[in-house]
């Protein structure tokens, strides 16, 4: 089994910078990523992290601007979310899973944390 619980959502201005974390217990996934759902929207996959080379995947709506990253030795997930914009809006979930490929499939992760908010005004 794998608890994950997120963190470090909140309220900012259009451009600022937002960090989430996801601390994570229970035995070791193969990747694991971010995902977000605005008000009305279907899920989507953000960004995803395999743990045995460190290698990512990235929507194209973030890339460039998100970054993940995995700390083995704190068991934490994060998301440095960068030049945020009002669409980045919606309540952001870190998962883990054991499938390898597609990336930022949701029914390739078996295991889902509670969310944590973010909202972007302009």
């Known amino acids: 089994q794998v608890q994950l619980v997120e963190s470090g959502g909140g309220s900012v201005q259009a451009g600022e910078s937002l960090r989430l974390s996801c601390a994570i217990s229970?035995?070791?996934?193969?990747?694991k990523g971010w995902f977000r759902q605005a008000p009305g929207k279907e899920r989507e996959g953000v960004a995803t992290?395999?743990?045995?080379?460190?290698?990512?995947y990235y929507a194209d709506s973030v890339k460039g601007r998100f970054i993940i990253s995995l700390d083995d030795a704190e068991n934490t997930l994060y998301l440095e979310m960068n030049s945020l914009k009002p669409e980045d809006t919606a309540m952001y979930y870190c998962a883990a899973g054991d499938t390898w490929y597609p990336p930022l499939s949701d029914n390739t992760y078996t295991y889902w944390g509670q969310g944590t908010l973010v909202t972007v005004s302009s």
């Open positions: 992290i395999w743990r045995s080379d460190r290698s990512t």
């Open positions: 229970g035995y070791t996934t193969f990747k």
